[in-house]
């Protein structure tokens, strides 16, 4: 007897809307958890517990991958051995994108969709049969409402206003003086001029209030018959309650506190992507990435640095990768097209002497540097696999070095080059060439600022390890930050030490023959001879920065950390500040 064909299976049928619904209910717990973790940050704020935030900004750092994990194992479960079938995970992403359609905030979504599927189909590049590549959208087109925020209209009493703002800041903890703090603040707005804000009509600010370190801020913008100027409320905990600490209008200030050197906000955001066309509005010049990885979303700052750069390709196909401006590094390859501001690192097979340092102990380094108070001095750095970039867009030369001396991280794929490991990071000026091309008075400024930069990191726990201008970089604004990370270290795990005074017979050998050295033995006198500033601005930093080539300054505070008293670098200049 004949048998009939087999009719339609409802349970495969029905399987893609029951694996997009789990993965959209894996991305809710996952945003759910984050939440949980960055709202503990208002209690760590008020009971000065800033062992306990750091321990938190790690966690929140570590969850997306903790989540991802957790999705795959339960994705495997639900789709057994169809779990690496294209046609499926077509369908799968076709009815996740109905779901996450009418979310603000859907780009996150999607982007956890990717992070599943590259994940299963070990993907090299993108695979937009499977994947949400949207590299023709704008990242922000989809933001229709603005973010929520407060508003506080200006009458002829500043200084009430003000008193009004603090009184809506949610805070279970007193304040010190809340009176006198709304006058310091409406001090400081009245004698600063907004340009294109002035006069003053109002102040609008974002509801919920962002916590970093030792401080949380009223982050806003203040409102005139012009464009909008940023405004930051900067407050600190002390003993007697919270106060009002510094008052930000400038927006390069502003900036550098949302800056790429800088970690992660903690800010209980309902919604992110308004909050970010928010701060995108009052900061044209930054890139959506760098915001959404202020904000924490570091894997959505990721998804749109690399969006970014893959359009900027498109869009100048004649465009070619070259070696990055600066000394040639010993441990890393660096590249860049010169017409978008990133630099790719990538590491090399084999390291010039004298680097002795395996490749595991350099991506240790880097990602130590994501985990570390960075108190805007480290560049934020983010590491990519299986980059796909297209072969006739490297420079041939380029490209015959990263061939010899990148093997290990490089493959050739048809028309492209896969880069199986890298890092990408803001493109800066390298600090030795800066200082020899701008005039004397840039060059003194970005000079003086090294020597501020080596400060702020000592006081936060790091030595640099190697303190020469090319491992610096110059920003837009003329900042120094440090990114060369190889010999990066914690200050307390240095011995810094005097040069003791020579013999006659030694003066003519090297230090290292005459002197017993350990591994972690410093000198700071003898920084300023490795430096090769002119003498001007060698004379200039030494005058300015004296401690920095002092064994005392440096051993001093070495002696604060092994006993546990960290020291506090505010993200701002003193002239912020609403005391002194």
Same mark, same amino acid.
């Given at each position: 007897m004949e048998q009939s064909p087999p009719g339609p299976n409802p349970a495969a049928s029905r399987m893609p809307a029951r694996a997009a619904a789990l993965i959209l209910d894996a991305f809710l717990d996952y945003d759910g958890r984050f939440a949980d973790i960055t709202r503990r940050a208002q209690r760590h704020f008020e009971r000065g517990d800033w062992r306990q935030a750091q321990l938190d900004a790690v966690a929140r750092l570590d969850l997306y991958e903790a989540c991802i994990r957790q999705t795959l194992a339960r994705l495997e479960t639900l789709l057994d051995d169809r779990v690496r079938s294209r046609p499926l995970w077509r369908a799968i992403r076709d009815d996740y994108a109905m779901r996450v359609a009418p979310l603000l905030d859907r780009e996150l979504t999607r982007t956890f969709f990717n992070s599943l599927a590259r994940r299963f189909f070990l993907t090299r590049g993108v695979d937009p049969a499977i994947e949400f590549v949207a590299l023709d959208d704008d990242p922000l087109a989809g933001v229709g409402a603005p973010a929520t925020l407060r508003h506080y209209a200006v009458g002829a009493d500043l200084a009430a206003t003000c008193e009004r703002v603090l009184a809506d800041a949610p805070f279970a903890r007193g304040w010190a003086d809340r009176s006198g703090d709304a006058r310091a603040i409406a001090t400081a707005l009245a004698e600063r001029a907004f340009e294109d804000a002035a006069p003053l009509r109002a102040l609008e600010l974002l509801r919920p209030v962002f916590y970093r370190e030792r401080r949380a801020y009223l982050v806003g913008r203040l409102v005139g018959d012009g464009a909008p100027a940023p405004l930051v409320i900067a407050l600190v905990g002390t003993p007697q309650g919270i106060r009002a600490d510094a008052v930000l209008t400038n927006l390069g200030l502003v900036a550098q506190l949302f800056g790429y050197a800088r970690?992660?906000?903690?800010?209980?955001? !309902?919604? /992110?992507?308004?909050? *970010?066309?928010?701060?995108?509005?009052?900061m044209p010049h930054k890139p959506v990435g760098e915001l959404y990885s202020v904000l924490g979303r570091r894997k959505q700052g990721k998804t749109e640095r690399y969006r970014a750069l893959l359009r900027h390709l498109h869009a100048h196909p004649?465009?070619?990768?070259?070696?990055? !401006?600066? /000394?040639?590094?010993? *441990?890393?390859?660096?590249?860049?097209?010169p017409g978008h501001a990133v630099v790719i690192k990538v590491i090399r097979d084999r390291f010039a002497w004298p680097k002795d340092i395996a490749r595991r102990e350099v991506e240790a380094q880097y990602e130590r540097v994501v985990r570390y108070d960075r108190v805007g001095r480290l560049l934020d750095v983010q590491e990519f696999r299986d980059l796909r970039l297209p072969r006739r867009q490297f420079e041939p030369a380029l490209l015959a070095e990263l061939t010899v001396e990148c093997a290990d991280s490089l493959l050739a794929d048809g028309d492209d080059v896969v880069v199986r490991h890298c890092y990408i990071e803001r493109r800066l000026q390298p600090l030795d060439l800066y200082v020899r091309e701008v005039p004397f008075a840039a060059a003194r400024r970005a000079v003086l600022d090294y020597g501020q930069a080596i400060k702020d990191l000592a006081r936060s726990n790091i030595f640099p390890g190697d303190l020469l201008l090319k491992n610096f970089g110059v920003s837009r604004i003329g900042r120094a930050i440090f990114y060369d990370y190889d010999e990066l270290c914690r200050v307390e795990d240095c011995r810094f030490r005097r040069l003791p005074a020579a013999r006659e017979e030694d003066e003519t050998r090297p230090l290292e023959d005459?002197?017993?050295?350990?591994?972690?033995?410093?000198?700071?006198?003898?920084?300023?001879?490795?430096?090769?500033?002119?003498?001007?601005l060698r004379d200039a930093l030494l005058a300015e920065h004296p401690e920095i080539f002092e064994p005392a300054w440096w051993e001093a505070l070495r002696a604060r950390f092994v006993r546990g008293e960290?020291?506090?670098?505010?993200?701002?200049?003193?002239?912020?500040?609403?005391?002194?």
């Amino acid at each position: 007897m004949e048998q009939s064909p087999p009719g339609p299976n409802p349970a495969a049928s029905r399987m893609p809307a029951r694996a997009a619904a789990l993965i959209l209910d894996a991305f809710l717990d996952y945003d759910g958890r984050f939440a949980d973790i960055t709202r503990r940050a208002q209690r760590h704020f008020e009971r000065g517990d800033w062992r306990q935030a750091q321990l938190d900004a790690v966690a929140r750092l570590d969850l997306y991958e903790a989540c991802i994990r957790q999705t795959l194992a339960r994705l495997e479960t639900l789709l057994d051995d169809r779990v690496r079938s294209r046609p499926l995970w077509r369908a799968i992403r076709d009815d996740y994108a109905m779901r996450v359609a009418p979310l603000l905030d859907r780009e996150l979504t999607r982007t956890f969709f990717n992070s599943l599927a590259r994940r299963f189909f070990l993907t090299r590049g993108v695979d937009p049969a499977i994947e949400f590549v949207a590299l023709d959208d704008d990242p922000l087109a989809g933001v229709g409402a603005p973010a929520t925020l407060r508003h506080y209209a200006v009458g002829a009493d500043l200084a009430a206003t003000c008193e009004r703002v603090l009184a809506d800041a949610p805070f279970a903890r007193g304040w010190a003086d809340r009176s006198g703090d709304a006058r310091a603040i409406a001090t400081a707005l009245a004698e600063r001029a907004f340009e294109d804000a002035a006069p003053l009509r109002a102040l609008e600010l974002l509801r919920p209030v962002f916590y970093r370190e030792r401080r949380a801020y009223l982050v806003g913008r203040l409102v005139g018959d012009g464009a909008p100027a940023p405004l930051v409320i900067a407050l600190v905990g002390t003993p007697q309650g919270i106060r009002a600490d510094a008052v930000l209008t400038n927006l390069g200030l502003v900036a550098q506190l949302f800056g790429y050197a800088r970690n992660s906000f903690h800010a209980d955001l !309902p919604t /992110v992507a308004d909050v *970010v066309a928010f701060l995108h509005a009052l900061m044209p010049h930054k890139p959506v990435g760098e915001l959404y990885s202020v904000l924490g979303r570091r894997k959505q700052g990721k998804t749109e640095r690399y969006r970014a750069l893959l359009r900027h390709l498109h869009a100048h196909p004649d465009e070619r990768f070259v070696r990055a !401006p600066g /000394v040639r590094g010993m *441990v890393m390859a660096v590249f860049t097209p010169p017409g978008h501001a990133v630099v790719i690192k990538v590491i090399r097979d084999r390291f010039a002497w004298p680097k002795d340092i395996a490749r595991r102990e350099v991506e240790a380094q880097y990602e130590r540097v994501v985990r570390y108070d960075r108190v805007g001095r480290l560049l934020d750095v983010q590491e990519f696999r299986d980059l796909r970039l297209p072969r006739r867009q490297f420079e041939p030369a380029l490209l015959a070095e990263l061939t010899v001396e990148c093997a290990d991280s490089l493959l050739a794929d048809g028309d492209d080059v896969v880069v199986r490991h890298c890092y990408i990071e803001r493109r800066l000026q390298p600090l030795d060439l800066y200082v020899r091309e701008v005039p004397f008075a840039a060059a003194r400024r970005a000079v003086l600022d090294y020597g501020q930069a080596i400060k702020d990191l000592a006081r936060s726990n790091i030595f640099p390890g190697d303190l020469l201008l090319k491992n610096f970089g110059v920003s837009r604004i003329g900042r120094a930050i440090f990114y060369d990370y190889d010999e990066l270290c914690r200050v307390e795990d240095c011995r810094f030490r005097r040069l003791p005074a020579a013999r006659e017979e030694d003066e003519t050998r090297p230090l290292e023959d005459w002197l017993s050295v350990r591994a972690n033995d410093v000198f700071p006198e003898q920084f300023v001879h490795f430096l090769g500033l002119p003498p001007a601005l060698r004379d200039a930093l030494l005058a300015e920065h004296p401690e920095i080539f002092e064994p005392a300054w440096w051993e001093a505070l070495r002696a604060r950390f092994v006993r546990g008293e960290p020291d506090d670098v505010p993200p701002y200049p003193a002239a912020a500040r609403l005391r002194g």
